[in-house]
């Protein structure tokens, strides 16, 4: 009779070492997820250190923030030209409507110049772009018909870590960028959950994060 009830112990405490290892497995799984919440915004942010290029790059967006970025940075000798993107809507739409619509990239450059920036310096890039993969495919053949080595982009904080991922998977052999975020972005890396437009700037970075080491399966509506 002592056999079935020391297998019956030996079970007993089997089965609680278990469920303790399972506790304390996902306690620690929570920790980590608590942590990667917590510190998301901040590995988001990946700027690099300034040095001597070819061009500053506005990137469209978050106007006038990149172009009043780009002020100081050829203000202070990094550059000799300061080259803008042009997204393809909504002028396009606008234009098709009959409305007169100056583009984004239009406005981008009279904040160029109204902070110093003579015209001459100043470059529209075609063709139009959709979004930031064609961007980057813009600027790659620029950069490589100007014969440079490399350009300083200019993009949002949370937008830095995906201009370099997308950067490295299209058009790292044709140059080097350095990102850089406009310093007068208001997105909080330590605390973006509190406001819908911090948490908005995580989720969508997020999602093309994954769309990029997926290989882009993911395509824009054009």
């Known amino acids: 009779m002592r056999w079935p009830m020391i297998r019956n112990q030996a079970r007993h ?12 497995a996902s306690l620690l799984f929570l920790c980590l997820g608590l942590l990667c ?9 990946r700027e690099d250190p300034l040095r001597p290029s070819t061009a500053i790059v506005v990137l469209s967006g978050a106007m006038p923030e990149r172009a009043l970025e780009a002020t100081e940075i050829y203000h202070a000798g990094l550059a000799p030209e300061v080259w803008i993107t042009q997204p393809s809507e909504p002028k396009q739409t606008m234009t098709t409507l009959g409305i007169p619509f100056d583009g984004e990239e239009e406005y981008s450059r009279r904040v160029l110049m109204k ?27 620029t950069l490589e018909n100007a014969h440079g080595l490399s350009v300083i982009v200019v993009t949002s904080k949370a937008h830095t870590r995906r201009v370099h991922g997308l950067w490295n998977r299209l058009e790292a052999r044709r140059g080097q960028i ?3 975020a406009a310093r007068t972005d208001s997105f909080d890396p330590s605390h973006w959950w509190r406001t819908t437009h911090d ?24």
């Open 13 to 24: 405490l089997y089965d609680r070492g278990r469920a303790r290892t399972w506790l304390v």
């Open 115 to 141: 902070h110093g920036v003579p015209e001459r310096a100043i470059r529209i890039l075609q063709p139009p772009i959709v979004n930031t993969a064609d961007e980057m495919n813009t600027i790659a053949a």
């Open 37 to 45: 919440f917590l510190r998301i915004g901040n590995w988001l942010v």
């Open 178 to 180: 350095i990102v850089r």
């Open 199 to 222: 948490a908005l700037d995580v989720v969508r970075e997020f999602l093309g994060l994954l769309n990029v080491w997926a290989g882009l399966p993911l395509k824009p509506t054009r």
